[in-house]
């Protein structure tokens, strides 16, 4: 069975890569780290915030997943702008404090 892609509204996919990069800087956290935190490629990251790609609107719902769940950040509120920003996750690059506190 194929993978379904998230694909918001066109006015959204304009901001879903600015979301994302303004939630990994927010966090602290560089493209390599967020990488190493969700399990996904860097090279793959950065397309994804790079408007330019066309990457934003083809994303699969379980990358947007492990990319929010990486930040700390809601799903709804990465995918459409919805919700609020809970506060600004403590990410390390080593010995990563999650957004619970615990150490990974």
């Known amino acids: ?3 379904k892609k998230v694909v918001p509204p066109p006015n959204v996919l304009l901001r ?5 990069k303004y939630a990994r800087e ?3 956290l560089t493209g390599v780290a967020l990488a190493e935190r ?3 490629d860097p090279s793959q990251i950065s397309r ?3 408007p330019e790609s066309g990457r934003a609107g083809g994303i699969e719902a379980a990358t ?3 990319l929010a769940e990486a930040l700390g950040v809601p799903v709804g509120w990465l995918a459409a702008d919805e919700g609020t920003l809970p506060p600004v996750p403590v ?3 080593s010995g990563t ?3 619970d506190g615990s150490k990974s």
Not at 16 to 20: F, K
């Open 91 to 93: 990410f390390r690059e």
């Open 64 to 66: 947007l997943i492990r």
């Open 26 to 28: 927010r966090a602290g």
């Open 38 to 40: 969700s399990g996904i």
């Open 16 to 20: 879903l890569p600015s979301r994302l």
């Open 1 to 3: 069975m194929p993978r």
């Open 48 to 50: 994804y915030e790079n």
């Open 97 to 99: 404090t999650k957004p």
